[in-house]
């Protein structure tokens, strides 16, 4: 008698097994097994595992060796201080950000006599990559409109031969509009904005945390490379800027 709590042994999925007709029921012989062929397992190949021999390129001899006997958390903690430290820009990288900023201060100066050329974010904080964007905020009149300005300025950097060509945008519809080139000489990237305060402040107050937190720098650096690596480090495109990372450091 069928019930609704009848479970059947086979599901519907699964195919019916049929007899054939010419074969005996009673016959107990089993059938045949196909043999099975073994599976090809791949010998394990003698690779040389030290890390010393070849390593990344951030990785110190001393972090080398560690990655071979030292605990997992260990190993973590000194890759990325080394990380960190590979990270640190030479005096050849930091002399030709300071030339680049010192053209852009020339061309501000020019443009809007009596102007302060500040710089802010991670150009200011230290907390920059080989690749990252030097912040500019150029301070004068406060009752001048940013937008008209911003243009006027973007033109005169143009006609100064300071960007690569084709480079110079002008973002007017972000929170804080500023002016996007690269810097024809040494390639950094430069954004430059027009009487905004909130940038300086912001990085007054990110040296203060680096120096209550000292792992603060090399988790943000990290991070900021990771970002970047991905494109999502550009605020205007919906990615995260360095203020944005810090606080989430």
Known sequence: ??????????????????????????????PKKAKIQPKSVAKPKQVELSLLKHKPCWLSAECARQHRYGHVIERLNREISDFCAWMIPSGEEEAARLA???????????????SQLRVFGSQQTGLFLPTSDIDLVCLTNPQADKLPSLKRLAKAIDQA??????????????????VKFQDRLTGFPVDVSFNTQTGIESAALIRQAMVLYPVLRPLAILLKWYLEQRGLNEVFSGGLGSYSTMLLV
Do not use: N
């Not at 069928?2 to 074969?23: A, G, L, N």
């Not at 680049?100 to 009596?114: D, F, K, M």
């Not at 031969?161 to 500023?178: C, D, F, M, Q």
């Open 100 to 114: 680049c900023i010192e053209r852009v201060e020339s061309v501000c100066l020019r443009v809007y006599p009596g």
């Open 1 to 30: 008698m069928e019930t609704e709590d009848f479970i059947p042994f086979r599901s519907d999925s699964e195919p019916e097994v049929k007899v054939r007709e010419d074969e005996d029921e009673g016959d107990e012989t089993p």
């Open 161 to 178: 031969g300071l960007a690569e060509k084709g480079s110079i945008k002008t973002i007017s519809k972000a929170r804080v509009p500023i």
